[in-house]
């Protein structure tokens, strides 16, 4: 009988033991294995020849971005690398959009939307301090169009991490930055 009352005495916790519990975003930061980051996640801040100083959710500085090459080539390849100054900690995952528009508006618009650093660190994993690579590329549209505004920010779903600061960048008001002006050869 006594092992009978012990034995229903440990069943809630024998139960309690196999729920699964939700992962926070606490444990995805401790839990992300940094030292595969090689690449991704830098030690110091490179000088990037597009600053840009625009603050996403009071969480996340686009520092600045190189392109390569540099005029891009019309119908060329080219690659963006952006980088990422985590200021505060982000509880969820948000996406990289990038829109491409000619200043005319008359070639068709270049989406580049993305998972940040090759889906290899979700911005719910990054901590204050970290400053991130986010390197990404687009092919630039043939014929006459002589620049590109690149337009960024983030987003999860149909929503947008608010822009806290635009920085250098100019905003257009919907939680996006102008971050540079390409020009094309």
């Not at 990038?98 to 939307?113: G, I, Y």
Request: charged share 25%; hydrophobic share 40%; aromatic share 8%.
């Amino acid at each position: 009988m006594r092992d009978l009352a012990s034995l229903l005495l440990f069943l809630p916790v024998l139960a309690a033991a196999c729920i699964e519990r939700p992962e926070t975003p606490a444990v995805r930061r401790s839990a992300a294995d940094r030292s595969s980051l090689g690449g991704v996640l830098l030690a110091s801040l490179p000088q990037a020849r597009y600053p840009v100083g625009a603050v996403f959710g009071d969480a996340v500085e686009l520092v600045g971005l190189d392109v390569t090459p540099d005029p891009v080539p019309h119908g060329a390849r080219a690659t963006v690398t952006s980088y990422l100054r985590v200021t505060g900690e982000l509880d969820d995952d948000w996406k990289v959009f990038v829109h491409l528009d000619d200043e005319a508006r008359a070639a068709p618009r270049v989406n580049a939307d993305h998972w940040p650093a090759g889906d290899r660190y979700r911005t719910s994993a990054w901590r204050k301090g970290d400053i991130v690579r986010d390197t990404w590329s687009f092919v630039a549209p043939a014929g006459s169009v002589e620049r590109l505004e690149l337009w960024t920010g983030f987003y999860k779903g149909d929503d947008r991490l608010p822009l806290t600061s635009a920085g250098r960048a100019r905003s257009d008001g919907g939680n996006r930055v102008r971050a540079v002006t390409l020009p094309l050869r």
